[in-house]
């Protein structure tokens, strides 16, 4: 495809191993351009194609640009430090003037004119003797030109397409969702792959990598729907599976045992650590005599600049598709770097770098590196393994953790003044980057996992100014996590020390900010944009800060200015830019709020106005989002975002007013914008809040914490502000209820020393009970269908599948293990399976369990069988069951025995706690109430046992009675709440809503069925409406005159500190809870304030959900909600639960 | 556990046996379906580059299982074009340039539909407030708002409610 065509003039260039082409003139007169690099989701694309429409006078819509496929563009390197256009772009202006030479050259002779007369014309050459398309003068005669570096181009004053602004010729088919991102792409065939990556998220170095999978459980996975494979090289591993859904679902069950890496260097004091990791010091600079000049100097400063890790960030996971096509590999992959992930790929299955083929489409925009060519490995180990092209997404969790990081960066700066003018200055700085290792070759151990350093830390690392004596160091070191170039690379944080530690000695020298740069700069180039900045930017020039204040806000302006240096030092300039910033500053709260952002900026020759100032846009709000709210955090093994909950990005409420200069210069050559204006960011931004505040922010984020600490606000106690309206009452112990899973677990000791003293007393006298022999239970047959009618229903009232099922097992069947304090118990067959399940149970047998809680077999059962309310159902409701329960499928399945801690393990024991708390009286019907009320009754205490959960229990774990009864308890982590008494009153609970909520789940505005007694709600869908309203109307009758208590109003009462906290719940939990859109359809239907979970006595229930989330059943209209165990550590949950309890229910225990 | 729902999606009835009911919308869509206008982004609803509108509303279509969808009717970016003609939204997004990469583009266009129904005239306050929780990575917001109150415009001219014709 990329060779000469019969038809076509190309422009080639001979590497010495092969021909690569760079353009084709097809005989329809349209022209392809290949370029090594890619789109990074910039609009590189069409920049490149008005290059080449300028050169050859071609309309837009003729030029066709192919990026970064192998086997069609150049080897031009990564797509990094912003060369696209300033680089690999020049050899495409020359071969465009090349064809279009040529395109004359034919006219000419086609038209019998002279070469000097022929005009060419949107793909047209004339001549006053007519005309012809260049698609006539290919015609018929191919040519292939070697590429001239040399061949004259067109003079700027001549462009007609370079320097207007362009549509992108992308978006159309973006905007409708046709447009095929790499993770859009399928190939036949095509099956899923899922990666396990180890545990040491984000590290690339230590003898550990490579060396930690002990091994895995391939059988306990591969009866799993659609499995096909499991494939493990060293510390690789994955499975494959038919679909994608099948394939996650396969590898989070798949059992793993990993080797548990070393610990992290201690992170938190990220200065003091990469600057104890080994590094090598170049010079960079070392004009003049630095120890000289700075004992000279009558003014001297020394200061350190930190920056933190950042996450790239792209929007979507990295994906790839391989095809191991019979050993000639094809990879589909969103790669940054097409030509050196090849490379790797050659490497990692041992094939020459010519035998894979990479075709490259666009995916999310990357910044830098992201885990794309990591992905291109997972896809192709996997592809060789099943012989079947592969698929491989990965988690936003796993692209978080493993994506290498944005490094951190410690910038150690001191220098000085003499008479005013700026004497010394040395900078050592230090950037644990490499060019990060694939991840596939060192997983596999193709690659040793050795500390790698490299030599990127450099960039901008020389100050711009005029000072005679400098010492300019870098350290060369290699990653601490897992790390390579994001946007602004090295420069961002050198400017970011260069250009706070200039602001600093002009207020020193009090001098004007922008005055007393411009007196330190001598290129007319860097002074023009300076001056031209400050002046459309509304410089308001000061020797001082000025601390303009309005309330609680203050107000500030900053400066900074940076030439973007890229490549191998000394390195090439790309664009200039200069920052005029407006900040405001929360003078309680630390929040700092970016308002406006003016860029001047210096590009030499503009190809795409438009296309720059959206780069300058872009540029602007990431690195404002990264300078203000990110910061990657560490566990003691680990990186730990893994999702934005935990490295929130800037909002749109937060991002800046961004008004932009582009200085004209079409003389000078085309300089890279893709970074330019993110350099001078962070300084422009800190000196700002010194403006504001008089405070030097000198490690970034500048987030509320650190603002807060620096300007001396210390948090109270509690977490709220000074002065914030309510106070939480603190958690009491003596305000907590008894419950079976919180509170007496602590109390286990206590309980064992009590049943032991009554044990020795008695226990021996209780005998077990008598047996009652097996017989064959009537046939299914004999029992009416009305009787089975009533039977399912008292089934379903009586939830007793959801306890009888284990989770994945056949229904009704058993094997659900029920966790107590007292040990574990594991429910039993309710099938008529003859030897595990009923099938045996007489009437009399079942009747007797049922009532008194004693198995055929003469044993005690445990009393978290429900027997104490079900003892009070009626016979017929028990032959309906038991006649219900011998239709039901039999499935042999034996009752695991329970394992329960002594002296609970011994069965008479039960028949004690039975003397003790089981009251076997059938209900009485109350007279004076209506029939609806007594069967209201029935179905809450007996058939629908609702005490098991509601009632909270006494320390032998039986239910309490008369006024603590359905006050509420929390069982299995999830908060039963009180249905009855005051709190249930206070709660809000009413007839209608106790209706709405039994009969379809969901009390509108007010309380919606989740965990547990969302199943019971499922289940109760088969009872007539006149049971529901008959257990609506008793709940509600036995309510006291207690009002509804006033709801937490979150925007009016406690405003939470902004912490860590606070923006996890804004990135992870408002979103459906704080919708943006009220209509959204995914949002929690209930507000929180209104959330039982959130107003019981304490986090545990809270915590559950945030946990587990809530899978609503499908027969109800519920929605679900994602569980956070994966994304959130146990510390963030609980500060989670915390936030959101003071938040929304502060006056709950 | 084996069902079957039924829902339409952009205009067409479709059936999808589920032999998984955790199985998501956009799991289903993308791949059942061949509809990749919805993108997956964070699978946690944090994000919004998988929204679609079920029923008019807009949902973050990572966190719907596709069960729920039962008797919906589903409209994703696919689904707003008029043939060859895009939807205002469409048109004001790609005449103002509200995308670089694009990824998040299908959750901004379809956030910014059901904002525009529920407000056709939104102040920039109004869009930043809708916007709030779909995020973009390339710093494009500013081009996005830019992008909105022109749609707001073009569907006002046009006198298209909501996501228009179907």
Same mark, same amino acid.
């Given at each position: 495809?990329?060779?000469?065509?019969?038809?076509?003039?190309?422009?080639?260039?001979?590497?010495?191993?092969?021909?690569?082409?760079?353009?084709?003139?097809?005989?329809?007169?349209?022209?392809?351009?290949?370029?090594?690099?890619?789109?990074?989701?910039?609009?590189?694309?069409?920049?490149?194609?008005?290059?080449?429409?300028?050169?050859?006078?071609?309309?837009?819509?003729?030029?066709?640009?192919?990026?970064?496929?192998?086997?069609?563009?150049?080897?031009?390197?990564?797509?990094?430090?912003?060369?696209?256009?300033?680089?690999?772009?020049?050899?495409?202006?020359?071969?465009?003037?090349?064809?279009?030479?040529?395109?004359?050259?034919?006219?000419?002779?086609?038209?019998?004119?002279?070469?000097?007369?022929?005009?060419?014309?949107?793909?047209?050459?004339?001549?006053?003797?007519?005309?012809?398309?260049?698609?006539?003068?290919?015609?018929?005669?191919?040519?292939?030109?070697?590429?001239?570096?040399?061949?004259?181009?067109?003079?700027?004053?001549?462009?007609?397409?370079?320097?207007?602004?362009?549509?992108?010729?992308?978006?159309?088919?973006?905007?409708?969702?046709?447009?095929?991102?790499?993770?859009?792409?399928?190939?036949?065939?095509?099956?899923?792959?899922?990666?396990?990556?180890?545990?040491?998220?984000?590290?690339?170095?230590?003898?550990?990598?490579?060396?930690?999978?002990?091994?895995?459980?391939?059988?306990?996975?591969?009866?799993?729907?659609?499995?096909?494979?499991?494939?493990?090289?060293?510390?690789?591993?994955?499975?494959?599976?038919?679909?994608?859904?099948?394939?996650?679902?396969?590898?989070?069950?798949?059992?793993?045992?990993?080797?548990?890496?070393?610990?992290?260097?201690?992170?938190?004091?990220?200065?003091?650590?990469?600057?104890?990791?080994? #590094?090598?010091?170049?010079?960079?600079?070392?004009?003049?005599?630095?120890?000289?000049?700075?004992?000279?100097?009558?003014? $001297?400063?020394?200061?350190?600049?930190?920056?933190?890790?950042?996450?790239?960030?792209?929007?979507?996971?990295?994906?790839?598709?391989?095809?191991?096509?019979?050993?000639?590999?094809?990879?589909?992959?969103?790669?940054?770097?097409?030509?050196?992930?090849?490379?790797?790929?050659?490497?990692?299955?041992?094939?020459?770098?010519?035998?894979?083929?990479?075709?490259?489409?666009?995916?999310?925009?990357?910044?830098?590196?992201?885990?794309?060519?990591?992905?291109?490995?997972?896809?192709?180990?996997?592809?060789?393994?099943?012989?079947?092209?592969?698929?491989?997404?990965?988690?936003?969790?796993?692209?978080?953790?493993?994506?290498?990081?944005?490094?951190?960066?410690?910038?150690?700066?001191?220098?000085?003044?003499?008479?005013?003018?700026?004497?010394?200055?040395?900078?050592?700085?230090?950037?644990?980057?490499?060019?990060?290792?694939?991840?596939?070759?060192?997983?596999?151990?193709?690659?040793?996992?050795?500390?790698?350093?490299?030599?990127?830390?450099?960039?901008?690392?020389?100050?711009?100014?005029?000072?005679?004596?400098?010492?300019?160091?870098?350290?060369?070191?290699?990653?601490?996590?897992? #790390?390579?170039?994001?946007?602004?690379?090295?420069?961002?944080?050198?400017?970011?020390?260069?250009?706070?530690?200039?602001?600093?000695?002009?207020?020193?020298?009090?001098?004007?900010?922008?005055?007393?740069?411009?007196?330190?700069?001598?290129?007319?180039?860097?002074?023009?944009?300076?001056?031209?900045?400050?002046?459309?930017?509304?410089?308001?020039?000061?020797?001082?800060?000025?601390?303009?204040?309005?309330?609680?806000?203050?107000?500030?302006?900053?400066?900074?200015?940076?030439?973007?240096?890229?490549?191998?030092?000394?390195?090439?300039?790309?664009?200039?830019?200069?920052?005029?910033?407006?900040? *405001?500053?929360?003078?309680?709260?630390?929040?700092?709020?970016?308002?406006?952002?003016?860029?001047?900026?210096?590009?030499?020759?503009?190809?795409?106005?438009?296309?720059?100032?959206?780069?300058?846009?872009?540029?602007?709000?990431?690195?404002?989002?990264?300078?203000?709210?990110?910061?990657?955090?560490?566990?003691?093994?680990?990186?730990?975002?893994?999702?934005?909950?935990?490295?929130?990005?800037?909002?749109?409420?937060?991002?800046?007013?961004?008004?932009?200069?582009?200085?004209? $210069?079409?003389?000078?050559?085309?300089?890279?914008?893709?970074?330019?204006?993110?350099?001078?960011?962070?300084?422009?931004?800190?000196?700002?809040?010194?403006?504001?505040?008089?405070?030097?922010?000198?490690?970034?984020?500048?987030?509320?914490?650190?603002?807060?600490?620096?300007?001396?606000?210390?948090? $109270?106690?509690?977490?709220?502000?000074?002065?914030?309206?309510?106070?939480?009452?603190?958690?009491?112990?003596?305000?907590?209820?008894?419950?079976?899973?919180?509170?007496?677990?602590?109390?286990?000791?206590?309980? *064992?020393?009590?049943?032991?003293? +009554?044990?020795?007393?008695?226990?021996?006298?209780?005998?077990?009970?008598?047996?009652?022999?097996?017989?064959?239970?009537?046939?299914?047959?004999?029992?009416?269908?009305?009787?089975?009618?009533?039977?399912?229903?008292?089934?379903?009232?009586?939830?007793?599948?959801?306890?009888?099922?284990?989770?994945?097992?056949?229904?009704?069947?058993?094997?659900?293990?029920?966790?107590?304090?007292?040990?574990?118990?594991? +429910?039993?067959?309710?099938?008529?399976?003859?030897?595990?399940?009923?099938?045996?149970?007489?009437?009399?047998?079942?009747?007797?369990?049922?009532?008194?809680?004693?198995?055929?077999?003469?044993?005690?059962?445990?009393?978290?069988?429900?027997?104490?309310?079900?003892?009070?159902?009626?016979?017929?409701?028990?032959?309906?069951?038991?006649?219900?329960?011998?239709?039901?499928?039999?499935?042999?399945?034996?009752?695991?025995?329970?394992?329960?801690?002594?002296?609970?393990?011994?069965?008479?024991?039960?028949?004690?706690?039975?003397?003790?708390?089981?009251?076997?009286?059938?209900?009485?019907?109350?007279?004076?109430?209506?029939?609806?009320?007594?069967?209201?009754?029935?179905?809450?205490?007996?058939?629908?046992?609702?005490?098991?959960?509601?009632?909270?229990?006494?320390?032998?774990?039986?239910?309490?009675?008369?006024?603590?009864?359905?006050?509420?308890?929390?069982?299995?982590?999830?908060?039963?709440?009180?249905?009855?008494?005051?709190?249930?009153?206070?709660?809000?609970?009413?007839?209608?809503?106790?209706?709405?909520?039994?009969?379809?789940?969901?009390?509108?505005?007010?309380?919606?069925?989740?965990?547990?007694?969302?199943?019971?709600?499922?289940?109760?869908?088969?009872?007539?409406?006149?049971?529901?309203?008959?257990?609506?109307?008793?709940?509600?009758?036995?309510?006291?005159?207690?009002?509804?208590?006033?709801?937490?109003?979150?925007?009016?009462?406690?405003?939470?500190?902004?912490?860590?906290?606070?923006?996890?719940?804004?990135?992870?939990?408002?979103?459906?809870?704080?919708?943006?859109?009220?209509?959204?359809?995914?949002?929690?239907?209930?507000?929180?304030? $209104?959330?039982? #979970?959130?107003?019981?006595?304490?986090?545990?229930?809270?915590?559950?959900?945030?946990?587990?989330?809530?899978?609503?059943?499908?027969?109800?209209?519920?929605?679900?909600?994602?569980?956070? *165990?994966?994304?959130?550590?146990?510390?963030?949950?609980?500060?989670?639960?915390?936030?959101?309890?003071?938040?929304?229910?502060?006056?709950?225990? | 556990?084996?069902?079957?729902?039924?829902?339409?999606?952009?205009?067409?009835?479709?059936?999808?046996?589920?032999?998984?009911?955790?199985?998501?919308?956009?799991?289903?869509?993308?791949?059942?379906?061949?509809?990749?206008?919805?993108?997956?982004?964070?699978?946690?609803?944090?994000?919004?580059?998988?929204?679609?509108?079920?029923?008019?509303?807009?949902?973050?279509?990572?966190?719907?299982?596709?069960?729920?969808?039962?008797?919906?009717?589903?409209?994703?970016?696919?689904?707003?074009?008029?043939?060859?003609?895009?939807?205002?939204?469409?048109?004001?997004?790609?005449?103002?340039?509200?995308?670089?990469?694009?990824?998040?583009?299908?959750?901004?266009?379809?956030?910014?539909?059901?904002?525009?129904?529920?407000?056709?005239?939104?102040?920039?306050?109004?869009?930043?407030?809708?916007?709030?929780?779909?995020?973009?990575?390339?710093?494009?917001?500013?081009?996005?708002?830019?992008?909105?109150?022109?749609?707001?415009?073009?569907?006002?001219?046009?006198?298209?409610?909501?996501?228009?014709?179907?």
């Amino acid at each position: 495809m990329s060779g000469t065509r019969a038809e076509a003039i190309t422009v080639y260039r001979e590497t010495g191993t092969h021909r690569e082409t760079f353009l084709r003139l097809d005989a329809d007169g349209s022209l392809t351009a290949f370029n090594g690099h890619v789109d990074l989701g910039t609009g590189i694309e069409t920049a490149l194609a008005q290059i080449v429409a300028e050169e050859l006078d071609l309309p837009l819509g003729q030029v066709r640009v192919v990026l970064g496929d192998t086997a069609h563009t150049p080897n031009q390197g990564p797509t990094i430090a912003s060369e696209t256009i300033q680089i690999t772009a020049v050899p495409l202006r020359h071969g465009a003037a090349q064809i279009r030479a040529e395109l004359v050259a034919r006219a000419a002779l086609r038209l019998n004119a002279p070469a000097g007369e022929i005009e060419t014309i949107e793909g047209e050459a004339r001549s006053a003797n007519g005309s012809v398309t260049y698609g006539e003068l290919v015609s018929g005669e191919a040519a292939a030109l070697a590429l001239d570096p040399g061949a004259p181009v067109k003079a700027p004053g001549d462009y007609r397409i370079v320097g207007r602004p362009v549509p992108r010729v992308d978006l159309p088919g973006k905007a409708l969702g046709r447009h095929v991102y790499i993770h859009d792409v399928t190939v036949p065939g095509m099956v899923h792959g899922h990666v396990v990556r180890p545990p040491y998220h984000g590290r690339e170095a230590g003898d550990f990598v490579g060396h930690s999978l002990l091994g895995y459980d391939e059988a306990a996975v591969s009866a799993m729907p659609g499995f096909i494979a499991v494939v493990r090289e060293a510390d690789f591993l994955a499975v494959v599976a038919e679909r994608e859904d099948q394939a996650r679902a396969i590898a989070e069950a798949l059992p793993v045992d990993w080797r548990m890496p070393p610990d992290l260097p201690e992170m938190r004091s990220l200065a003091d650590t990469i600057r104890c990791q080994p #590094a090598t010091a170049r010079a960079c600079d070392r004009s003049g005599d630095f120890a000289r000049g700075i004992d000279e100097c009558d003014l $001297r400063a020394a200061r350190t600049y930190v920056w933190p890790y950042h996450l790239h960030g792209s929007i979507g996971p990295s994906v790839s598709i391989a095809d191991w096509n019979g050993g000639r590999p094809i990879l589909w992959s969103g790669t940054q770097n097409p030509h050196m992930l090849r490379a790797d790929l050659a490497r990692l299955v041992d094939l020459a770098e010519e035998d894979i083929e990479i075709r490259r489409h666009q995916a999310a925009g990357c910044y830098g590196r992201n885990c794309a060519d990591d992905v291109g490995a997972d896809a192709l180990l996997l592809a060789r393994a099943v012989g079947r092209p592969v698929r491989v997404q990965l988690t936003r969790a796993q692209e978080h953790l493993w994506e290498p990081k944005g490094a951190a960066q410690v910038m150690d700066v001191e220098g000085g003044l003499l008479g005013g003018d700026l004497h010394a200055y040395s900078l050592d700085t230090w950037y644990p980057s490499n060019r990060a290792t694939n991840l596939g070759l060192l997983l596999t151990r193709r690659v040793i996992a050795e500390p790698r350093p490299s030599d990127m830390g450099d960039r901008t690392i020389v100050p711009p100014y005029r000072i005679p004596h400098k010492a300019i160091t870098v350290h060369d070191m290699a990653p601490i996590v897992r #790390a390579a170039w994001m946007r602004g690379v090295s420069a961002l944080p050198n400017t970011f020390a260069h250009e706070s530690f200039v602001d600093e000695m002009a207020y020193e020298a009090r001098q004007d900010p922008v005055d007393f740069r411009l007196r330190h700069l001598d290129d007319p180039r860097t002074r023009t944009l300076i001056l031209r900045t400050a002046e459309e930017g509304g410089w308001e020039p000061r020797t001082a800060p000025r601390r303009r204040r309005e309330g609680r806000m203050a107000y500030g302006q900053g400066f900074a200015y940076a030439t973007y240096v890229h490549g191998t030092f000394p390195g090439t300039a790309a664009a200039a830019a200069t920052w005029v910033c407006d900040v *405001a500053v929360d003078m309680e709260t630390g929040e700092v709020q970016l308002t406006r952002v003016f860029v001047g900026q210096d590009q030499g020759l503009v190809i795409n106005p438009d296309g720059v100032r959206h780069q300058i846009h872009g540029n602007v709000n990431q690195t404002a989002s990264r300078v203000l709210k990110e910061e990657v955090s560490f566990e003691e093994i680990t990186v730990t975002p893994s999702s934005w909950a935990t490295y929130p990005l800037a909002t749109f409420e937060e991002v800046p007013r961004i008004e932009t200069m582009l200085v004209e $210069r079409a003389e000078d050559p085309a300089l890279g914008v893709g970074e330019s204006a993110a350099v001078p960011a962070a300084a422009a931004i800190a000196n700002a809040i010194f403006d504001a505040t008089g405070v030097r922010m000198r490690e970034a984020p500048f987030t509320p914490e650190r603002m807060r600490a620096a300007m001396g606000i210390h948090r $109270r106690e509690d977490g709220r502000l000074q002065g914030s309206a309510d106070h939480a009452p603190r958690l009491s112990g003596a305000m907590k209820p008894a419950t079976w899973f919180g509170r007496l677990r602590s109390k286990g000791i206590g309980l *064992a020393a009590v049943l032991g003293g +009554t044990l020795s007393l008695g226990a021996l006298a209780l005998p077990i009970q008598r047996a009652i022999p097996p017989t064959s239970a009537p046939p299914a047959s004999s029992f009416s269908a009305e009787l089975l009618e009533k039977g399912r229903q008292v089934f379903a009232a009586g939830n007793c599948g959801d306890c009888h099922t284990a989770p994945g097992g056949a229904p009704n069947a058993g094997g659900l293990e029920i966790v107590t304090p007292y040990g574990t118990i594991h +429910t039993t067959n309710l099938t008529p399976d003859p030897e595990t399940g009923l099938g045996r149970w007489s009437l009399e047998a079942f009747e007797r369990a049922m009532r008194h809680g004693i198995s055929r077999d003469g044993t005690h059962l445990y009393p978290a069988f429900p027997y104490t309310s079900f003892s009070k159902m009626t016979d017929d409701d028990i032959f309906a069951l038991y006649a219900y329960l011998q239709t039901l499928e039999p499935v042999a399945r034996e009752t695991a025995r329970a394992e329960m801690v002594f002296p609970a393990n011994l069965r008479p024991v039960n028949a004690l706690w039975n003397a003790l708390h089981h009251d076997s009286a059938p209900i009485e019907r109350h007279p004076a109430r209506g029939a609806d009320w007594n069967r209201g009754r029935y179905l809450v205490e007996a058939t629908g046992h609702c005490s098991a959960c509601h009632s909270p229990r006494n320390l032998l774990g039986a239910e309490k009675t008369g006024k603590a009864a359905l006050t509420g308890s929390l069982v299995k982590g999830w908060y039963a709440p009180a249905i009855a008494g005051d709190a249930a009153s206070a709660f809000g609970w009413s007839e209608e809503r106790y209706y709405a909520y039994l009969r379809t789940g969901l009390a509108e505005g007010f309380a919606s069925a989740s965990g547990p007694m969302a199943d019971v709600v499922a289940n109760l869908k088969a009872l007539p409406d006149e049971d529901i309203r008959a257990m609506a109307t008793y709940l509600a009758s036995a309510l006291p005159n207690v009002p509804e208590a006033r709801l937490a109003d979150p925007a009016a009462a406690a405003r939470p500190m902004p912490d860590a906290t606070h923006r996890i719940f804004e990135s992870a939990c408002a979103t459906c809870h704080e919708p943006a859109l009220a209509s959204l359809a995914t949002a929690a239907t209930i507000p929180l304030s $209104r959330s039982a #979970a959130i107003r019981s006595p304490d986090d545990e229930a809270l915590k559950t959900v945030i946990r587990q989330g809530i899978e609503a059943p499908l027969a109800l209209a519920g929605r679900d909600m994602p569980g956070f *165990a994966g994304e959130l550590t146990e510390g963030q949950i609980a500060d989670l639960a915390a936030y959101v309890r003071m938040r929304y229910a502060p006056a709950s225990p | 556990m084996s069902l079957s729902v039924e829902f339409s999606v952009n205009g067409r009835s479709v059936a999808v046996g589920l032999d998984d009911p955790r199985r998501t919308l956009l799991d289903v869509l993308r791949n059942d379906l061949g509809l990749t206008g919805p993108k997956y982004g964070c699978g946690l609803a944090q994000c919004g580059s998988c929204t679609v509108l079920v029923d008019e509303a807009p949902a973050r279509a990572c966190v719907l299982r596709a069960a729920k969808a039962e008797g919906m009717r589903v409209v994703t970016l696919e689904g707003l074009a008029d043939g060859e003609v895009p939807h205002p939204v469409q048109q004001a997004f790609v005449e103002e340039t509200g995308a670089q990469c694009g990824y998040c583009l299908n959750g901004m266009i379809m956030t910014t539909i059901a904002l525009l129904t529920e407000n056709p005239d939104p102040s920039e306050a109004e869009i930043r407030s809708a916007l709030r929780h779909n995020l973009c990575r390339c710093g494009t917001h500013r081009e996005i708002v830019a992008s909105v109150a022109k749609a707001a415009r073009l569907m006002r001219e046009s006198g298209t409610r909501g996501r228009g014709r179907i």
